[in-house]
């Protein structure tokens, strides 16, 4: 058996409590919160992301040639999306993309869908595919970086999502000027 020695001697009896009430009253203070991501909801990320192909207002607008399957399973995906149903939309369009893996459109939906079930490292992947395999241009163009900038926001990337903004405003290209 292992003795200690205390040169102090304590006389007073209430000392030993006031000592323990002082540590027990630290160990109640809250730590401190970690940052929380921004209290913007799923729904309203990918509203955010569509908004942004709507207001894009270029000149050009891509639009491939589509094959009935794919825009099926694209039209079932927006259906079980209307109904919740994300996991039924995310499959049906993994289906699409078995099809054509490089449909810039059905990969910037699939991002979209990922966003829903909070997957949000596959929308981000998704999102760069989809520009990269598509015009650079027009509202997908937007779609896709807006995509980015709801990513890095939810993730408390400031930088990153200011910079991501800056390349929603690239995919604008604008008409010609007459007079």
């Known amino acids: 058996m292992i003795m200690s020695y205390c040169p102090i001697r304590i006389r007073t009896p209430?000392?030993?409590a006031a000592l323990a009430a002082i540590l027990l009253a630290a160990c109640a203070q809250p730590a401190p919160e970690a940052p929380k991501p921004q209290g913007k909801s799923t729904a309203a990320m990918v509203d955010e992301i569509r908004a942004a192909g709507e207001r894009d207002k270029s000149v050009i607008n891509v639009h491939p040639l589509v094959d009935p399957g794919i825009v099926s399973l694209q039209d079932g995906a927006r259906q079980d999306e209307r109904n919740g149903q994300y996991q039924a939309a995310g499959e049906k369009l993994d289906m699409a993309l078995k099809r054509n893996p490089d449909a810039p459109d059905v990969l910037q939906d699939r991002a979209e869908v990922a966003i829903y079930v909070g997957d949000f490292q596959l929308a981000e992947?998704?999102?760069?595919?989809s520009w990269t395999?598509?015009?650079k241009q027009g509202p997908?163009?937007?779609?896709n970086w807006q995509t980015i900038v709801e990513i890095?926001?939810?993730a408390n990337?400031?930088?990153g999502a200011a910079a991501a903004s800056k390349w929603v405003g690239e995919c604008r290209e604008p008409g010609i000027q007459r007079l």
């Open 152 to 154: 890095r926001q939810h």
């Open 157 to 159: 990337d400031e930088q």
């Open 140 to 143: 997908l163009c937007a779609r």
């Open 14 to 16: 209430f000392v030993p």
């Open 125 to 129: 992947k998704l999102a760069h595919q």
């Open 133 to 135: 395999l598509g015009s």
